[in-house]
Nanobody
Framework: QVQLVESGGGLVQPGGSLRLSCAAS????????IGWFRQFPGKVREGVSC????????YYVDSVKGRFTISRDDAKNTVYLQMNSLNSEDTAVYYC????????????????WGQGTQVTVSS
């Protein structure tokens, strides 16, 4: 069964950190780009970060640049999102998704999605 499973979400205080994981099963990630997305209540899902196959390129939305870092460990078939200096505006459900090789701004090109993990930043 092809699936992505996110983990690592939770409740954190402002200024704190979390590391999200996206583990793949049923297929290998080494030839695939992985994107992290988030969805605020009542809003469209937005792209947060993406890393292409072979670590060749990575992208970040402006609001997380300098705070979030995406990385991948193909040996573990897992992609990570290290989130530092979190603030209340980062509160959302975070999803990972995959598409072949290269990152894309077109959300519809990501065909396999995880179930999401809640991140709540609150004191």
């Amino acid at each position: 069964q092809v699936q992505l499973v996110e983990s690592g979400g939770g409740l954190v205080q402002p200024g704190g950190s979390l590391r999200l994981s996206c583990a793949a099963s049923g297929f290998t990630l080494d030839t695939r780009a992985i994107g992290w997305f988030r969805q605020f209540p009542g809003k469209v899902r937005e792209g947060v970060s993406c890393i292409s196959a072979n670590n060749s390129t990575s992208y970040y939305v402006d609001s997380v640049k300098g705070r979030f870092t995406i990385s991948r460990d193909d040996a573990k078939n897992t992609v990570y999102l290290q989130m530092n200096s979190l603030n209340s505006e980062d509160t959302a459900v975070y999803y990972c998704a995959t598409r072949p090789y290269y990152c894309s701004n077109y959300r519809g090109s990501y065909r396999t999605w995880g179930q999401g993990t809640q991140v709540t930043v609150s004191s």
